[in-house]
């Protein structure tokens, strides 16, 4: 995988920790941003090579999953390479 699309998925990752941490104000702005259909959300997704359907899947299955917070980010990795980028 390229250098550019680990880093916008990075950013998709830091979107959906923020979505399911503890900060009112970060999770708010994070979840509005997953759930929205702006322009920045597609285009991130469209840098980081995997469909906002599939980044939207992948942080309701996480955020309905009981889990702790650390195991999140290698969930969060292992459901976008499962992905494979196009579900």
């Known amino acids: 995988?390229?250098?550019?699309?680990?880093?916008?998925?990075a950013?998709?990752?830091r979107?959906?920790?923020?979505?399911?941490?503890?900060e009112f104000i970060e999770k708010r702005q994070a979840i509005n941003w997953i759930s929205d259909e702006s322009l920045d959300f597609h285009t991130v997704?469209?840098?980081?090579?995997i469909e906002p359907t599939a980044v939207k899947r992948i942080f309701?299955?996480?955020?309905?999953?009981?889990?702790?917070?650390?195991?999140?980010?290698?969930r969060i990795r292992?459901?976008?390479?499962s992905k494979n980028a196009t579900n």
């Open 60 to 74: 309701w299955e996480l955020k309905n999953e009981k889990q702790e917070r650390k195991s999140f980010k290698r």
């Open 78 to 81: 292992e459901k976008m390479e």
């Open 15 to 22: 979107a959906i920790l923020d979505a399911v941490g503890k």
């Open 45 to 49: 997704c469209d840098f980081a090579a």
């Open 1 to 9: 995988m390229r250098g550019e699309i680990k880093m916008w998925r």
């Open 11 to 13: 950013v998709i990752e």
